[in-house]
């Protein structure tokens, strides 16, 4: 059975950091893209990040470029997203997701698995 359990969310000051992990168990991910997701209250979700099987392909939302970045480490079957200059319209349940496509995760987001969220809340 496959789970995604992320990891690092709190309540951060407008300006700071966290990192976000994301233990993906179940079976072997190296070859399956991954990505962090978001919701608002009272908003839909929406993509935040995504990295290929490789690591050699990104993408970021438009709203968190140069802020945040992804990373995994493949033989710990983990995704990372570090925010930094947070804000607190990031204030959000992040969801961790993976898919064994990149265009199902990036182009039409509906990956296959989904994490259960972290919250992240920035106060101003």
């Known amino acids: 059975q496959v789970q995604l359990v992320e990891s690092g969310g709190g309540l951060v000051q407008a300006g700071g950091s966290l990192r976000l992990s994301c233990a993906a168990s179940?079976?072997?991910?190296?070859?399956?893209?991954m990505g962090w997701f978001r919701q608002a209250p009272g908003k839909e979700r929406e993509f935040v990040s995504a990295?290929?099987?490789?690591?050699?392909?990104?993408l970021y939302a438009d709203s968190v470029k140069g802020r945040f970045f992804i990373s995994r480490d493949n033989a710990k079957n983990a995704v990372y997203l570090q925010m930094n200059s947070l804000k607190p319209e990031d204030t959000a349940v992040y969801y961790c997701?993976?898919?064994?496509?990149?265009?199902?995760?990036?182009?039409?987001?509906?990956?296959?698995?989904w994490g259960q969220g972290t919250q992240v809340t920035v106060s101003s």
């Open positions: 990295i290929s099987w490789s690591g050699g392909n990104t």
């Open positions: 179940g079976r072997t991910f190296s070859n399956y893209a």
């Open positions: 997701s993976t898919d064994p496509t990149w265009v199902r995760l990036v182009v039409s987001k509906t990956p296959v698995y």
